[in-house]
């Protein structure tokens, strides 16, 4: 049995792309279907189904998956230990990312990261909607959502604390809730399908239901409708902390913060065998958010001090 086939159908697995594992390892299309044609024939069974679109391994395939990503394992662990082999990362980089964080704190680092990396390459799709990983062919995704799929595994890279905010203009048109139970009767704009928020309280967790007559798919789309007058909204800091500071976003309830486990999590396909080009990325991220993001500048003192001030200079509604 040869390893190199062996290391191609372990990366097959998790990309469901002939041509994308074998490019990782630098083989062409054509020599990649023929080592996986090999290990096929010299194990007797079937590994994958191969349709025009992608391929996904058989029962035999999977059973055969987790020997092989030991067998790997061994053999790399092996290498490590006498200074043989290398691990630096390489190959395409498959990463599902929603569009506003990627857009506004994952592309300013990416240089950074690719020159630290120079034989990767990164291929980037930014989207709000959640992807399947697998189905897809990523190697991981940035996900500011709880994790509900038990076959990924997900690892924490920033704070993700969320506040409910409102225009000064809203605030004098339709007034300040002075209690959660208020906010249902205001207008609020909601991202897409989230609309159930839940606060703390001194009487216990309370759930409201916001209504609005505008939600968007995308973060930055909330946030500035919210700028625009348009109803409270709950937006992460990380989006809002400059209309914040400028004060065109005003926080409300700063007493009675949201209830939420939300964070930025890096998420991949569970194997014990994790690619160098995943690790790389999700050690620098890391690092990278460690050294004190922007976001987290505003803080929750910084807030309830806005909150007072503004409240002094009369935008407490009418």
Known sequence: MNVEHVKLFVRLAVTHNISSAGQELGLSPAVASSYINKLETG???RLVH???R???LTEEGLAFLPHAENVIESIDAACASVGVGSHTPSGVLRISAPASFGRLYLIPAIKAFMKA???LK???RMSDSIID???GGFDLAIRNAELKDSTLVARKLAEDKRILCAAPSYLEAHGVPSHPLE?????FVNFSEFDNWIFATPEGPISVRAQGEFKADNGEAVRDACVQGLGLAVSSI????KELKRGELVPILAEYPLITDSAIWAVYPSSRLLAPKVRAFIDFFIDYFGRTPDWNDYSTTEIKEKMNLESRKGVTGK
């Open 117 to 119: 990396y120079p034989t």
């Open 54 to 56: 992608k391929v996904s």
């Open 238 to 241: 990380w989006c809002c902390h």
């Open 50 to 52: 191969r349709t025009t």
């Open 122 to 124: 990164v291929d980037f």
């Open 183 to 187: 906010v249902a009767s205001h207008q």
């Open 133 to 135: 990983l697998v189905e």
């Open 43 to 45: 194990l007797g069974v």
